[in-house]
């Protein structure tokens, strides 16, 4: 067994086994009991749909480690490509084909949209920084849009340290504990401020084009675009050992802070 990195909210291990089943399985230990109920359910949803993802094995508390989330282990790991057309065409067809599962009976949360009751908090209360407060205004004037699209299965968390690669294709989608039902532009619009910052706004705009040749418009894009923004709030800077993991070699807090800033002016 040895730990993993890369992960910033639970510990990880690599588990080898012996006997029959798999050769070795992930362990995440996770504090919070409907953290990790929630990403067990998102699991059994995908399970036995297109959809690459980690098969969940089990879920048990461990008393004085909270719970132990076990899955099989996907194979390769996170590879950052934004100047390549084929990576980031194939990232916008893996999330596509999340969207595809439509909401059923399994336990899932259902997105709040416009009800979060966080948007008519103070930005400094919320510890934002200098440019939460134009965001917040931003998202604010758009809340009603947040209810105004159909709902599927949104991951949550999806940007490229969530995805792993092997041999040039996604071989699996991880880290499922936000996953929930409600708009697909909540996971787009997220994925498009996430390679703005990392990997700059040409390669974010051919994801959002090629999401859209495959799945048509994304409703109230820059309403979730604005929620997207105020999540690396108030430093994206703390976000740069998370890229580097991912495969990001150059950022630099001053170059993320930049397009951030840039980002953050064009919605406010």
Known sequence: MHELTGGISHRTFLVHLAGGGPTSVVVRLIADREVATREAAALDVVDGTPVPAPRLVALRELPG???GLVCTRVPGRPSARPNEAAWLDELASTLATIHEIRPSGRSLPVDPGSSRSWLDDDAEALGLGPMGAGVLEAARRRRHELDQAPHVLVHGDFHPGNVHWSRGRVAGVLDWETARWGPAAADVAYLH???VLAA???AAERVLE????RSGPVHAFDAWLALACLRPLPDPAAWLPAWEAAGYRTLTPALVR???RRLVRALA
């Open 65 to 67: 480690l909270g719970w």
């Open 193 to 195: 401020m996430d390679l």
């Open 200 to 202: 700059g706004r040409a």
């Open 210 to 213: 090629a999401y859209e040749r």
């Open 258 to 260: 930049g397009r951030l």
